[in-house]
């Protein structure tokens, strides 16, 4: 199996890709666009931030998996990867703890001033008059949007700073609130009125796009701080800059709309100026520790792959497909008895939506269940029995 690194990747973990019998090309410096001409011969590509897009999946002739090494897979084309039959997974939760700990030093870089205090050391100059004003974070009230794995950790550390969290998430109610000891906020708005401090901590979806707008800035406290280590595209970053000119709130983001495709190159947004934010250059997961873990885990999804098929995390499997019935086909575990079977189904125009063949202890005989996208009739049902090998026939309506 070839392997197109595309990304930097523990190269401490490249050897255990090839025990594996794979064929491995490291190539962290590729750009983006590059990829649809080289993409061809490989079978498995792994990313971290790089775009992944429809062209680069049309030339795939050979991809069947595309990893992001990291959480998310907003940089890649589902959609496109979906209509060609490629598994699009990921590596969720594996950078956690370095995300809620960038969390904590943005918060607290922003109270006590860090950068500027750095910068002002560096020009030589002493201002502790200046610098000594900060507000502490005992008794603040935290407000976490998102309790995924990221934002969970962020609470763990939140308790051992003194904060009261107050969380809202479309999955959290008062019981799993209760067992995150936090205090269950039914709305978004009510958080942003009540908050100190907001972090974010949801995927990018076209329902939490621009998430925090104009309106829901505009609700928060004098001073308060908003913290972004999600994505760029979850905040209005135009309403976010008024508000910021407006001095009426601070920011701590690792993330931004539009930022640089590249590892490096020139970043020449206006808003970059604003004094009341402080940002990082989409570090959040760029720990060790946090590398190796995502290594390891897009080690075993390639690993569970190549010995079973089958695709760890994936996040573009059909919750629900367009079939309507089932057969179920008991049959002897012969050979050609299910080609039989599949051949009728295509003589009577039907498409197969699904497949699971279920062998009995001692292989003697196998239950087939076929979902289809219409209904088996007796005509089909009587050309499948006509091999003496199928046991039994018989057809179900699936529910709604």
Same mark, same amino acid.
């Given at each position: ?20 019998? /794979?064929?491995?090309?490291?190539? @962290? ?10 993409? @061809? ?49 990921? /590596? ?9 700990? *960038? ?88 958080? &942003? ?12 979806? !076209?329902?939490?796009?621009?998430? +925090? ?26 309403? *976010? ?9 601070? @920011? ?7 930022? !640089? ?8 947004? !206006?808003? *970059? ?32 792959? +190549? ?10 499997? @059909? ?40 062998? &009995? ?14 209904? !088996? ?24």
């Amino acid at each position: 199996m070839k392997i197109l690194i595309a990304d930097k990747f523990s190269e401490n973990h490249l050897d255990r890709l090839k025990k594996l019998g /794979c064929d491995v090309t490291y190539n @962290a410096a590729v750009k983006a666009e590059d990829l649809p001409k080289l993409i @061809a011969p490989y079978q498995v590509l792994v990313v971290r931030s790089k775009q992944v897009s429809a062209d680069t999946i049309k030339a795939g002739d050979q991809l069947a998996v595309i990893i992001r090494a990291g959480a998310g897979v907003n940089t890649i084309d589902v959609k496109a990867a979906s209509a060609r039959g490629v598994y699009v997974t990921n /590596c969720p939760g594996k950078n956690s703890v370095a995300v809620a700990e *960038l969390v904590f030093a943005l918060i607290l870089g922003l109270d006590r001033r860090l950068a500027d205090n750095v910068a002002a050391l560096r020009k030589h100059q002493w201002n502790k008059k200046e610098f000594s004003k900060a507000d502490g974070l005992l008794g603040k009230t935290l407000g976490i949007v998102g309790v995924g794995q990221i934002g969970r950790e962020v609470i763990k550390r939140a308790h051992a700073f003194g904060l009261p969290v107050i969380a809202w998430s479309r999955s959290l109610n008062l019981q799993k609130a209760r067992d995150l000891g936090v205090e269950y906020c039914p709305d978004l708005d009510t958080l &942003f009125r009540r908050s100190d401090i907001i972090s974010l901590h949801v995927a990018l979806k !076209p329902d939490t796009k621009k998430l +925090v707008n104009a309106k829901r800035l505009a609700l928060m406290k004098p001073n308060a701080i908003l913290i972004n280590t999600a994505r760029g595209e979850v905040v209005d970053q135009a309403a *976010l800059a008024a508000a910021l000119a407006a001095k009426k709130i601070r @920011a701590g983001l690792d993330v931004f709309d539009p930022e !640089p495709a590249d590892a490096t190159g020139e970043f020449a947004d !206006p808003f *970059l100026e604003e004094k009341n934010l402080y940002g990082t250059h989409h570090i959040g997961a760029s720990t060790e520790q946090a590398q190796a873990a995502i290594a390891d885990e897009a080690i075993r999804i390639i690993e569970t792959y +190549v010995k079973t098929g089958a695709v760890p995390n994936c996040v573009n499997l @059909a919750t629900r497909t367009p079939a309507k019935w089932q057969l179920i086909v008991r049959h002897y575990d012969r050979v050609g008895v299910l080609a039989h079977v599949m051949d009728q189904i295509r003589r009577a125009n039907t498409n197969i939506e699904e497949v699971q063949n279920i062998i &009995f202890e001692g292989a003697a005989a196998a239950c087939c269940r076929i979902q289809l996208n219409t209904e !088996p009739g007796d005509q089909l049902q009587s050309a499948i029995k006509t091999n003496p090998d199928i046991i039994s026939v018989e057809s179900l309506k699936l529910s709604e």
